[in-house]
């Protein structure tokens, strides 16, 4: 039996903690995603020329 693998695939928040990881075995591949509060979209500051 092989060795779990285990990958990082996001990080966003810098937490150290993984939001989506994925983990291969021989016999099934797991893949796990961590619901995270919706952030409202980052926008530049409006031009005042």
């Not at 928040?13 to 952030?39: C, G, K, M, Q």
Request: aromatic content about 2%; proline content about 12%; glycine content about 0%.
């Amino acid at each position: 039996m092989a060795m779990p693998r285990q990958a990082v695939l996001t990080d966003p928040d810098h937490r150290e903690e993984p939001d989506t990881e994925i983990r291969d075995t021989d016999s099934f591949v797991l893949i796990r995603a961590e619901e995270t509060a919706e952030r409202p979209e980052r926008r530049p500051p409006a031009r005042r020329d």
